[in-house]
């Protein structure tokens, strides 16, 4: 059977309305009165749910398919965090080159190699604080 688009939409509203989610609007209830299967399945909803409080059946839960749907969000979040860092990192990497560029172009030769000689102090004194961090991270991703 080929449902309207509006059908669909209005069953998925059914659904959320059943399960208490969402209330009955106007255009909800227009469309059970001129549409006969969706009022035939909102019906249903309620035919079932007398049938599961009589033989006292409770709905499955599928633990695997929460628990999967939870590490493809983590999945995601880790994903975004990533890009975060990514662009960061090409800012701040822009903004160095670009400084070191407007050395260069203003002939400022010494403050050049000034500039790497404390970039070469700051850079590895700051990575075991950047690694502690990102372990820390990690550890608290892996625990929750």
């Known amino acids: 059977m080929i449902m309207s688009k509006d059908c669909e939409s209005c069953q998925k509203k059914l659904v959320d309305i059943f399960y208490n989610e969402e209330n009955m609007n106007n255009e909800v209830k227009n469309h059970i009165k001129t549409c006969h299967s969706c009022k035939e399945f909102f019906g249903r909803l309620y035919q079932m749910k007398d049938i599961m409080d009589k033989a006292k059946i409770e709905p499955s839960i599928e633990y695997a398919e929460i628990l999967q749907s939870f590490k493809e969000v983590e999945i995601i979040k880790e994903k975004r965090r990533n890009l975060f860092d990514l662009i960061l990192f090409i800012i701040i990497s822009g903004v160095l080159l670009g400084l070191v560029a407007l050395l260069i ?24 604080v950047i690694i502690k961090i990102r372990s820390l991270k990690e550890e608290y991703n892996e625990r929750y």
């Open 105 to 128: 172009v203003e002939k400022y030769l010494v403050e050049i190699i000034y500039f790497q000689l404390v970039m070469y102090i700051i850079i590895p004194l700051s990575l075991p």
